[in-house]
């Protein structure tokens, strides 16, 4: 699928998600599907992302991809200046603490999430320099 037809399959699956309140949305192709509501650093308006997420006892983790791209994404910097904030999986909302995750735990949460995602992020880690996050989000 070329990135502009995957970007506006995304974009409708927000709209849709967001819009039916989570009854549809909740997974895309399979994999589990949260909506990150975050603030934005710079300009202070709230923002949501769409995100692949996994399970890791309490809490969920997303990971920064961006689609392999050379940066990181713009939630992951609004999540560094404000980490508190909340997330929708399906129709239940929950704050959060994000946190970035180091060491083994960064390297197991990987390693899961990569299997969700059917290998997609490694494809997209041999295909960037930079070391994509993998971000905790605790319940608060």
């Not at 409708?12 to 819009?19: A, L, N």
């Not at 710079?42 to 769409?50: D, H, L, Y």
């Not at 050379?70 to 997330?87: M, Q, S, T």
């Amino acid at each position: 699928m070329s990135d502009w037809l995957q970007r506006l399959v995304m974009h409708v699956h927000q709209f849709v998600y967001e819009r039916s309140g989570g009854r549809v949305g909740a997974s895309l192709a399979g994999r589990p599907m949260l909506l990150l509501k975050t603030i934005g650093r710079k300009t202070g308006q709230p923002r949501t992302a769409m995100l692949l997420y996994v399970v890791d006892g309490d809490n969920c983790a997303v990971i920064g991809s961006r689609g392999g791209g050379p940066h990181h994404p713009g939630w992951y910097h609004n999540l560094l200046a404000n980490p508190d904030v909340e997330i929708q999986r399906g129709r239940l909302h929950a704050p959060v603490r994000a946190r970035v995750a180091e060491g083994e735990e960064r390297d197991r949460i990987w390693a899961k999430a990569d299997k969700v995602n059917k290998g997609v992020y490694e494809r997209y880690q041999r295909g960037t320099e930079r070391r994509i996050p993998v971000v905790v989000l605790e319940p608060r």
